[in-house]
């Protein structure tokens, strides 16, 4: 793609916004120029302290403020609500370019634009955008979004954080786990139960300011990979909020959360891609420089075979993605692209980030080199907004509906 | 106080390794990554800085050469630049394109747009010629500020530090002049996503350099392209004595 993206700018193609599948090979230049931005913010401003944010579990609040200030933070979000009122294909371009230079950050990124801000803007009233978007567009603030418990991740229906109407207020009770931004989260979007006896139709969905009296956090959890940002529990006792701060109508939260997660996994197989490209590139630049019997292993069969592999995989993931994105902006179907597109990045990542670190030898297993770091950040990428396992459910779902008889 | 000019020229990524071409005619540009000169993207930076001061009301972005030079263009207006103008200067005129003739090109503009300031980057990192921002100011018998590392609008004259090889000198001049910048000037804005969404509306206007009376014509040919010499590996000496010898017996002093 790199060399595609060279050609299309070396012919100064000027394609405006079209949404064919023709288009996958060149993006618009509008398109192009926001990814060279965020590529540039990337290389220059994440990618030399990357090491540092993960080492320190370091959340990376400059950096956070300043891609606000670009409009990374709110790339959906219309203009009158501060956000830089691109599409979703500019979101996962953005996120991707940002990923590749720290996955963390990526991960921050896409937590905010497409869990937080994603539901408010679709499922919010007017005075909930203002109050609960707009202050979130600067990276000044960070959301968060709460659906999983200690009891259910998968099983998302058999929520037991309940909610209970007392006079004016909501009063929420529950725990809530693995919530990515919480200690660094100014608002929640969050899952309750509303009505016990209506099974997953009877959930619903809430916006808690952070801080709250009633909300307070568990231990920040001592991850694997993206550790700059934080994951911890939110454990809520009798937690009240004003009635206003239902989202959608009462008993539509588990819609609310499935449609949220349905783009969301656009987001993340974007903060994938650019985990993949990452160790990509740090494998090819080292199969350059490192030499053995006499040449640089590049020039070895085997390390060329991993090579082509990890750039088909991440190639194809990337045009499953950028698809699932264009049907979104297109207002067409896109839940099992978007599957489809989460499922193969990561598990593209989870394969480059293996092999980067077979092709760096001894060296892809120190800290001196980032394919560790690639290695552990791309594992939770098959992990959170729906596990692998479910991508394929979702994925089988919709396919065997294409066939019914 | 109104106008100003802003040059910005697309040349090769500083980050790519640079490739002789065979026939040694010059460097291979087909396919390469090409962006915005650092030393113009400190000049839209500085341009744009002023406006947002209130010191200027518009800044004009200007490129010479193919369609391609109109990223560049866009680049500057993503950047906050309110329009653009591309000259279009291609095949072997824009080979030989070179500071006498931009001059020529950016001396004309400024006049015909009634610019207060010409501001370019102090050299292009392809060719380092360090020499259009000088020419310019001459052909338009107008002061010149180069190597700006700091510039101040004073009502009708221009404060500019300027870096040179003995440290820093202060100098004042009338305007309208041109200003060449140095790297400490600033520190370049990333284009923010809302900006690239309003360049999309922003004008580039078209036009070639005979509509502006500017001869193309290169006074320079290009003999030869060559990689510099691959570097020999040097010699240990145990004392200044031996450095001496040895520096006379190869005849370098």
Known sequence: MAALFKAGKALGLCVSGCRSLSSLAELPEMHQMMRQTCRDYADRELGPIAGKLDKEHLFPVQQVRELGAMGVMAVEVPEELGGAGMDYLAYSLAVEEISRGCGSTGCVVSVNNSLYIGPILKFGTQKQKEQWITPFTTGEKVGCFALSEPGNGSDAGAASTLARQEGEEWVLNGTKAWITNSWDASATVIFATTDKSLKHKGISAFLVPMPHPGLSLGKKEDKLGIRATSTANLILEDCRIPLGNMLGPRGSGFKIAMQTLDSGRIGIASQALGIAQAALDCAADYAHKRTAFGAPIGKLQAVQFKLADMAVAVESARLLTWKAAMLKDAKKPFTKEAAMAKLAASEAATFCGHQSIQVLGGMGYVTDMPAERHYRDARITEIYEGTSEIQRLVIAGQLLKEYAP | ?253
């Open chain 2, 1 to 253: 106080m109104s106008r100003v000019l802003v040059g910005v020229k697309r040349v090769i990524d500083y980050a790519v390794k640079i490739r002789v071409k065979p026939d040694h005619s010059g460097v291979v540009t087909d396919g390469v990554k090409h962006s915005m000169n650092p030393f113009c993207e400190i000049a839209v930076e500085e341009a744009v800085k002023l406006k947002e001061k209130k010191f200027i009301k518009e800044v004009v972005a200007v490129s010479c050469g193919p369609t391609q030079v109109t990223e560049t263009i866009r680049t500057a207006l993503a950047m906050g630049c309110d329009r653009g103008i591309h000259v279009e200067v291609s095949g072997k005129d824009y080979e030989a394109m070179g500071p006498l003739q931009i001059s020529k090109i950016f001396a004309a503009l400024a006049k015909k747009e009634e610019a207060s300031l010409v501001i370019l980057g102090k050299q292009a990192i392809d060719d380092d010629c360090n020499q259009t921002g000088q020419m310019t100011a001459a052909l338009l018998d107008w002061p010149q500020g180069t190597f700006a590392s700091e510039v101040t609008i004073d009502g009708e004259k221009v404060k500019v530090v300027r870096e040179i090889d003995g440290g820093l000198e202060t100098i004042k001049i009338s305007m309208p002049a041109v200003l060449t910048a140095d790297l400490r000037l600033n520190t370049p804005r990333y284009a923010t996503l809302p900006n690239i969404m309003k360049a999309k509306k922003k004008k580039i206007a078209t036009m070639k350099p005979a509509d502006l009376g500017v001869d193309m014509v290169s006074r320079v040919e290009v003999l030869r392209v060559d990689e510099p010499p691959t570097r020999l590996a040097g010699v240990k000496v145990e004392t200044v004595d031996d450095l001496v010898a040895k520096l006379k017996a190869n005849g370098t002093i």
